[in-house]
């Protein structure tokens, strides 16, 4: 049976390139978009999506490349940048006749939801991240031994045709290792969204590989532009991480001020899937976010 958000009507929504998103909408009032991460769908905001949903338009895509939504075939580096993941959110979000949004991202979704707001600051008015750091900044601070906590992003950063049978050959072992060691409190992904989880990741193994192997390349060179060109987040925005900088030896506060000079950075005790380990403090971050 297929896991929907309860209240939610569900959409099929033209975007970049003839990509077809399938997002799930209700509410009424200030829009906020929720952009899910890694191996997951838009199912990882269902504790989030519930309370806002009480007074705001909230819309809930699953990303190019995952979920329900198109999974193009990666016919060259920019079909699964982040620019262009970024350019379907807005796509999606202006078909659906909301021209402005606060824009929340985990993991994956929050690169993206990074670049959407570098790149349309007209129209994403707060943004808050779930757990990353840019992606420039992440690739930097991963040297030496300590990198092996991010062996999967230099495994799906290998050329074409390499890294995909790899994965699908062990597809469920692979997607799950994250859910079972990324996570603080198992019983906060019950065993029918971990199956959904599985199922969407191993019926899209070649996009998501492709999403990877673009923040080893073309994402790398856009935010090496913006950073030569000055370019900084000037709406509101709220990171939430665990603390990351004290295994690794890094300022993550200060890594993100680099991009969000007012940025308001929290550590949050929780495993990575936050959204669902801590619903009440995210839900209560992104809503005071939302009022500055």
Do not use: C, N
Request: charged share 20%; aromatic share 8%; net charge negative.
């Amino acid at each position: 049976m297929t896991i929907t958000l309860p209240g939610f009507d569900y959409h099929r929504v033209p975007a970049a390139d003839g990509v077809s998103m399938s997002v799930a909408v209700a509410g009424s009032g200030p829009a906020v978009v929720l952009l899910h991460g890694f191996p997951q769908t838009h199912l990882m905001w269902r504790h989030v999506a519930a309370d806002l949903v009480a007074d705001h338009t909230v819309l809930v895509p699953d990303l190019r490349g995952y979920g329900a939504s198109d999974k193009p075939a990666e016919a060259d580096e920019d079909t699964y940048s982040k620019r262009t993941m970024a350019a379907d959110v807005v796509a999606t979000a202006h078909a659906l006749g909301v021209e402005s949004f606060a824009l929340a991202g985990h993991d994956r979704g929050a690169l993206v939801a990074t670049r959407a707001a570098l790149d349309h600051p007209a129209t994403v008015t707060h943004l808050l991240t779930l757990d990353v750091l840019p992606t420039l900044d992440m690739w930097d601070i991963l040297r030496g031994a300590d990198a092996k906590v991010a062996w999967h992003l230099y495994l799906m950063a290998q050329p074409v045709g390499v890294p995909e049978p790899m994965i699908e050959a062990t597809a469920d072992r692979f997607f799950a290792s994250f859910l079972d060691h990324w996570v603080q409190h198992p019983d906060a992904i019950p065993a029918e969204y971990r199956a959904e989880y599985l199922r969407a990741s191993r019926e899209a193994v070649w996009s998501i590989v492709a999403d990877y192997r673009a923040s080893a390349g073309v994402d790398v060179r856009h935010d090496r532009e913006d950073r030569a060109a000055g370019r900084t987040l000037q709406m509101p925005v709220t990171v939430i991480q665990q603390d990351w900088g004290a295994a690794l030896g890094y300022d993550a506060p200060a890594l993100w001020r680099a991009w969000a000079p007012g940025v308001d950075h929290r550590t949050l005790d929780a495993g990575h899937f936050m959204a669902e380990e801590a619903p009440d403090q995210v839900i209560r971050a992104l809503r005071e976010l939302m009022t500055r």
